[in-house]
């Protein structure tokens, strides 16, 4: 019937229409790949942000692990420090903030360990000595850690350590004598941070004196920042409440060291070491014998000491070797004279007579090999060019192959009777006389290098 084929025929259309909408558009082959690797970043990107949520409580003046590990700073010793201290900022995975240079970062980590172990020695009723402290925070940090360090903290942080020099320290086998003196500290604390009647360091206490001492630090670098800012032109002011990042042309870790704060020294005692001294303090104490003999002792001891100046004042006599013997005084004179002149001309050298001497220095040997290479040639002038790439292959050890023309013109300048130099049009050719008689050469260029004080 013809109904039911209408049906038909318009389920089939429907059908049609539906696979044509429901058809995929082809992926390119390599869009699969780029997908992946688009979703393997933003899981790397998410797990980064989860880390960085989960250390958000850490302190801020907590360096990471990495930094503890890391050699001593070599500004420490004078010496330029390497890229990783000096770019440290640089390469830190932290939002732009108030970040701290390297070596600070360093030194809040020692003043992290400082604050544990004197706090685990307080606690316990114990003196804290610097020898303990020091092994301590060396074993922490496997690093150095001096009374240098120990200065730096104090700079930064004055409330935080009483330093005293105290006597009859118990050592316990450290090597070092109890009546010797020994630098001890003690940690400042408040009247109310007490435990059963005693200071009582406790963590709350360490996490606020680490915030106190992180404060501190970020000041310093804000003087410097603020300095630099008024440097500029024109100068800027950024009130410090304000203030969230550094400037991006602030290096922050070419700020300069702490300077160490002065501590505490030994008190010198007194020390007998004369026999006036000894007489001067046991005097009424002794008898009349003994009091003579110290007497005695103290006048001989008196007149030497007198004389030993006046003998140190004589001029002393110029000592002659006996190789020396029988030249004549007024030539040695000279001769010293003339060596005289010669260092205080080396000492006042500039940088272009220095570098002409090194240049007069080489010639003597560079004469041989530049008539060797003429004669090699068979022609009686060599372009500049060809001559300079010659002496580079037969003297390499000698001079840079840069450096060669110079050498070249030197030699026209010194003997313009046996080198030659002549400009022609776009070239500039070399003309030497192969004559001339080589010995002779050498002893001029030896005499013009003896005079330069080259040799």
């Not at 980064?48 to 930094?67: E, K, L």
């Not at 010797?180 to 007490?194: A, I, M, N, R």
Request: hydrophobic share 40%.
């Amino acid at each position: 019937p013809l109904p039911a084929q209408e049906d038909v025929a318009e389920l089939r259309d429907r059908l049609q229409r539906m696979k044509v909408l429901g058809q995929v558009p082809s992926v390119p082959s390599g869009t699969g790949s780029d997908l992946r690797s688009r979703l393997e970043r933003v899981r790397q990107l998410e797990r980064r942000v989860r880390q960085r949520r989960a250390g958000s409580g850490a302190p801020a003046g907590a360096g990471p692990a990495g930094d503890t590990e890391a050699a001593a700073p070599a500004g420490e010793a004078g010496e330029k420090p390497p890229a990783y201290q000096r770019f440290h900022t640089l390469a830190q995975d932290l939002p732009p903030g108030l970040t701290l240079p390297y070596k600070f970062r360093v030194l809040a980590e020692m003043f992290r360990s400082v604050d544990t172990i004197a706090g685990m020695l307080f606690n316990r009723a114990e003196t804290v000595t610097f020898a303990k402290v020091k092994q301590g925070v060396q074993d922490m940090m496997r690093r150095q850690f001096e009374e240098r360090h120990l200065g730096q903290i104090k700079a930064v942080y004055p409330g935080s350590y009483r330093l005293r020099q105290e006597k009859n320290v118990p050592t316990f086998g450290s090597g070092g004598k109890k009546s010797d003196y020994q630098l001890t500290l003690e940690p400042v604390l408040g009247e109310e941070e007490k435990v059963d009647g005693r200071p009582h360091l406790s963590a709350s206490r360490l996490l606020e004196r680490r915030r106190e001492f992180h404060r501190s630090l970020v000041n310093i670098v804000r003087e410097h920042h603020r300095a630099f800012l008024a440097a500029l032109s024109p100068p800027m002011v950024v009130p410090e409440e304000k203030l969230t990042r550094w400037h991006p042309r602030f290096n922050v870790d070419e700020v300069p060291d702490i300077s160490p704060a002065e501590l505490p020294r030994a008190p010198q005692e007194d020390r007998l070491s004369t026999a006036q001294e000894v007489l001067s303090t046991a005097r009424g104490m002794l008898s009349p014998k003994m009091e003579k003999a110290l007497a005695n002792m103290a006048l001989r001891t008196a007149g030497a000491g007198a004389g030993e100046p006046a003998l140190s004042k004589a001029p002393a006599p110029a000592s002659t070797s006996s190789a020396l013997r029988g030249v004549s005084q007024g030539l040695l004179e000279r001769i010293r004279a003339k060596e005289a002149r010669r260092l205080q001309a080396l000492l006042t050298r500039d940088a272009r007579q220095e570098e002409r001497a090194a240049l007069l220095a080489r010639l003597p040997a560079m004469a041989r090999v530049l008539r060797s290479v003429f004669v090699a040639e068979k022609k009686p002038a060599l372009s500049m060019e060809l001559l300079c790439a010659r002496l580079a292959d037969s003297c390499p050890e000698l001079v840079a192959p840069g450096e060669m023309e110079k050498h070249v013109r030197l030699f026209a300048e010194l003997l313009p009777d046996w080198v030659g130099v002549h400009a022609l049009r776009t070239d500039t050719y070399v003309k030497l006389d192969k004559e001339k008689d080589l010995s002779l050469v050498t002893e001029r260029l030896n005499k013009a290098a003896k005079e330069a004080g080259a040799l």
